[in-house]
């Protein structure tokens, strides 16, 4: 069955321009996820959607990150002004009862 | 807040069990989790444990829960290298949020 899908897959951008990274989740997961990992480094976590409940957005590393959840389904992660510093894979989780189901990541390069 | 902990490095020999550890701080967690993200993959459910249980063996896995002190432990018999990876320890209460652990690298050496 389909998983958990996220474009692009990579995106190299400039310092200083924004970008826009989507996470489409599994069908009927009520909690979406987003994380951050850096090369060779463990996840961190950025913010936390259930339902209809307000995220959580104690993970945002400053205010240049925000994210959105769409009627409960798709996410967009925006990253504003983007600094070197926030080269990592992102990766979007979703869940339903328990388990988590991470998607592939998008590999974000800023030079 | 919760949090969750592991060491970040362990290496074994081939053949060898290793033994990966976690602490936890939430006494309310309900389900306990073991992830596995081999090298350049994404993490995948490796196993779990329900808090009202002690153990959990599944094959080459095993489980371990102790609940007063707040620690989970996995341990694999016969290590392989393809069990190279990093594994991640997390934890939850039913419905909430996910935490996990930093992860600790484990490298197998033939």
């Known amino acids: 069955g389909a998983g958990v899908s996220q474009s692009p897959s990579n995106k190299v951008t400039e310092k200083g321009k924004d970008v826009e990274l989507r996470c489409d989740p599994i069908s009927g997961h009520t909690a979406l996820y987003w994380y951050r990992q850096s090369l060779g480094q463990g996840l961190e976590f950025l913010i936390y959607f259930q339902g209809n409940s307000a995220p959580d957005k104690s993970g945002l590393p400053s205010d240049r990150f925000s994210a959105e959840r769409t009627g409960g389904s798709v996410s967009t992660l925006t990253i504003q002004r983007t600094q070197q510093e926030d080269s990592a894979v992102y990766l979007c989780a979703t869940s339903g009862a328990y388990e988590q189901y991470f998607g592939p990541g998008t590999r974000l390069t800023v030079t | 807040g919760e949090d969750v902990e592991q060491s970040l490095f362990l290496s074994v020999r081939e053949g060898d069990s290793s033994v990966i550890n976690c602490t936890y701080t939430d006494s309310s967690s309900t389900y306990l989790y073991w992830y596995k993200q081999e090298p350049g993959a994404g993490l995948q459910l490796l196993t779990y444990i329900f808090s009202n249980m002690d153990m959990k063996q599944d094959q080459r896995l095993t489980v371990l829960l102790n609940k007063k002190d707040k620690h989970l432990s996995l341990r694999i018999a016969d290590t392989q290298t393809g069990d190279s990876a990093i594994y991640f320890c997390?934890?939850?209460?039913?419905?909430?949020?996910?935490?996990f652990g930093i992860g600790t690298k484990l490298q197998v050496i033939p």
């Open positions: 997390a934890e939850s209460i039913a419905g909430q949020k996910v935490t």
